[in-house]
């Protein structure tokens, strides 16, 4: 009868897995809600730093603005990502951790109908225990408490199978709820990352092959003063001033030559534009081409979608 008392050690093993539970559940629960919280942060600052990238690209010249739009896609694309990592994060980690807060208090609850149906059949055996010391020839008595004494310790007995049940599927249920929650938390991690790291190395590619010395020469094209023709107009009359007056048949003379030379240079010239326009053509196509082949990764998957719709 006085079985269930001695196995304080077994009660004892059961209400640390309890409490380790509520313990150690309940701060993954709040670490990786953090974490997802967190998260959700970096990619608030992300999408900050793609709206700076395409207001900073409009001030920049062709290489540089076509490098800046295609990495802000990009980082859009990946925050896109990361907004589906948080919701992963969110519906199948920190939901399933939450839901312990309840379990681990159905399991207290459990704990605490055992501990108070034993505590029933020890006062039932301290009473029955009394009796026959102090009134041992009271049999109906002894006999009303022995049947109580039974009655609480089958009770006892009861509830104990019980809890050792309830414990059993308990400690089941956290060893395989916690093998997929965080399988689930590295399998949502991979395939962020696996989906970023695909992005990236497009992305690397495209800012590697910028030709900086093309802007470059833009700029510098901007910002030569050196034969502008404000320099020539003040040189010129500088010049005349120190040449003798010609006569009037060198004049002539010099006139005819100079229609001549005027005509001769006039061909020349606008051969010269005309074969200026074909290399500006061939340069604008060639730069097209360049700018077509340095699509953003997100431009390549969505024409992807769009063709394989």
Do not use: W
């Not at 997802?36 to 730093?49: E, V």
């Not at 409009?58 to 925050?79: G, H, I, S």
């Not at 019980?162 to 059993?168: A, D, G, N, P, R």
């Amino acid at each position: 009868m006085n079985t269930i008392f001695s196995r304080d050690r077994q009660i004892k093993s059961m209400e640390l897995t309890v409490s380790h539970a509520e313990k150690y559940l309940g701060q993954f629960c709040s670490l990786l809600a953090s974490y997802t919280r967190k998260t959700g942060k970096l990619r608030d600052q992300a999408d900050m730093l793609v709206r700076q990238l395409n207001d900073f690209s409009n001030t920049e010249d062709p290489e540089l603005r076509t490098c800046l739009k295609n990495l802000a896609e990009d980082l859009a694309m990946v925050q896109d990502y990361r907004q589906a990592e948080i919701e992963r994060l969110e519906t199948k980690v920190v939901t399933p951790l939450k839901a312990y807060g309840d379990i681990v208090e159905n399991k207290r609850a459990d704990l605490k109908r055992f501990n108070a149906d034993r505590d029933r059949a020890l006062k039932e055996l301290q009473k029955l225990e009394k009796l026959q010391q102090k009134d041992p020839s009271n049999r109906q008595r002894i006999s009303q408490a022995e049947v109580n004494a039974q009655k609480a310790t089958n009770d006892a007995h009861r509830s104990t199978r019980q809890l050792e049940e309830t414990i059993s599927d308990f400690q089941r249920q956290k060893l395989e709820d916690i093998k997929r929650i965080f399988t689930d938390f590295i399998t949502v991690e991979m395939v962020f990352h696996a989906k970023a790291l695909e992005v990236y190395t497009h992305t690397f590619q495209n800012l590697d092959s910028m030709d900086i010395d093309k802007d470059l020469e833009l700029f510098i094209g901007r910002i030569r003063v050196s034969d502008s023709p404000l320099d020539n107009q003040t040189l010129l009359p500088s010049s005349m001033a120190h040449q003798p007056s010609p006569t009037l048949g060198s004049s002539l003379k010099h006139t005819a030559e100079s229609a001549k030379k005027s005509r001769s240079s006039i061909l020349q010239r606008q051969r010269g534009v005309e074969e200026e326009e074909e290399d500006e053509e061939e340069e604008y196509e060639s730069e097209i081409e360049a700018q077509q082949s340095r699509q953003s990764y997100a431009s390549q998957y969505t024409q992807i979608l769009r063709q394989k719709n």
